[in-house]
């Protein structure tokens, strides 16, 4: 697909194009979970199905490492391929997958050990026990396989080979079905038949997965690179921390929800495990709708993105349009299933006596009263993620599920027991909802207030090479060091083009990423946790790292094409493999950095250092997580000055003699 398209085509079919595959996928891994539960249901009985529930935590904290690997390990490979650095990001997909290898066996390993006091913590009762240690060590055993199959399917993707990794997952997803059906009805296995089905299954992938490693596209992998190094682990495992977090905070709810329903539940008419069953199934098939809304959201990602980066508003907002009106529909036909026919629902999951058949109608009507409102917090998640705004969109990933369901949760279910933890379910859809639309619609007043804007790239002081000068100056400086009106000299004195602000205009276009986003937040890339949820489902790059992607080429570009002066943006590492490169590093004391910065940056005198420390703070941490060296570190740097020493002018013509005498 030609960038181009993504700002004329027609939406509809833009996101045919993006959202059937990313809803196939997410569907397969939701259907994933519940094929098993239809058959013991069936099979064995609706306890079984409640002893699923509770080991099912388990398996979503083994998820969430591989998924913290996986989509870790595929940021990096990107980040490393768009720096032409293959050797690097062979070495970092190498150690992903060596890591998840080691982390599966420690976490089967103490599953194994301590299964029996997990359970507990994750509100088994008596009569559950038996069904969920059965099932528990037989899925335990499966762990290194699913583990190590999911990291290297999100690697496979970012190989550039989606579908092998989709077919991997679809065939172990039926084979799982086939022979849920031998080992529970014909082989007479109950539930250790459906736990041996699905291990089967995630072998099956974890086969086809381990053996795509020999035909890498991107990269070649060698003995040398699987050499475990602890720092290349901590860079892919930081890439991936969002994923981590988002199923670890699925792992609390089910914890607080299953612990809530075993104390209320047992003092009720339907006791502890027709509860903990039945929320557990109604659960799962809100997941395929969630599921649902969540691929055509994502399915609009690049869409939004890149309209958004074009300053195409009207696009923009006619692609949200779309979106919402899709989801809306899915989420209200939904709602009138939950509403009309949860007997019938509940009844694909097996049979059950008739309080069975009460609660579970209770928790469809109740617990999902308001999943109409699913349609519109999702996406609007979403949306903000494929605009560059973490903050927002990971309070509104978290807000639903930590925010308020589990605070409602326990007030909720003291004051009202049992009803208490299902009217959680409305609480916390509603109260999402509102924030959502309150952000949206702000958002779009925003939004019409911009006018479209056009970028030329030029340089800033519209000098013309005429020394026949073909090196290139990088300048890191201090905030209020003078460091940027000292570049603005050396230029001139150098007749070389001076970029700094300009650049923004250039990594626009390159990333689809618009110019004011840029301006905001080039400096304070991965400042906070929240940043690391804006992740693009496609890629599984963050905004962040496609900023920097687009810097690091928009900066290449430049080099190649003349002497320049650049100002920032990890110029200098970049650009260390350029011969004719000359990097500087400028600084200053705090009480003319201080000066500096009330005068020409208009900060307020009794805050400015505060807001000094806080700028540098942020340069330092962003140049850290990008090459891994110190910002400060003077050996990276040809020579380093204190402009306070000579003055801004003087520095400027000690610089221009020192480049003109090693040229």
Known sequence: MEESELGTAKIGKLLKKFAIPSIISLVVNALYNIVDQIFIGWGVNYLGNGATNIVFPITFICLAFALMFGDGTSAFLSLKLGEKKSDEAGKGVANGIMISVIVSILLCTVTLIFLPVL????????????????????????????????????IIRADGSPSFAMRSMVIGAVLNIGLDAVAIFVLKWGIAGAAIATIVGQFVTFVMNALYIRKFKTVELTKESFKLDLKMVKSVSKLGISSFITQMSIVIVISVQNLLLKTY?????????????????????????????????????????????????????????YVLSLSVIVSVTAFILFQTIPDKLIGIFGSGDELYNEFACLTFRTFLMLTICNGVQIVTGIFFQAMGKPVKSAFLTLSRQILFFVPSAFILAKIFGLMGVLYAGPVGDGLAFVIAIILLTLEMKELNKIKDEKYVIEAENNTVINKGNNYVVTIAREYGSGGRYVGKLLAEKLGLNLYDKNLISVVSGESGLSASYIEKNEQNIHGNLLSSFNTQYYNNLSNDDNLFIAESKAIKEIAEKGGCVIIGRCANYILRDNKNAFNIFLYSDDENKIKRAVKFYGVNEKNALNEINKINKSREKHYSYYTGRKWRDFSDYDIAVNVDTYGVEKTADILARFIEENK
Request: charged share 15%; net charge positive.
């Open 119 to 154: 359970i507990n913590i994750f509100g088994c009762t008596d009569a559950l026990r038996e069904y969920a240690l059965t099932y528990g060590y037989i899925i335990a055993i499966g762990i290194p396989f699913v583990m190590i199959g999911t990291t290297l399917n999100s």
């Open 265 to 321: 539940g047992s003092v009720s008419k339907f006791g502890a495990d027709i509860p903990i069953t039945v929320l557990g199934i109604v659960m799962k098939i809100s997941q395929i709708l969630n599921s649902i809304i969540i691929g055509i959201a994502v399915g609009s990602q690049p869409i939004i993105g890149y309209n958004y980066g074009a300053r195409k508003f009207d696009r923009v907002k006619n692609t949200l349009k």
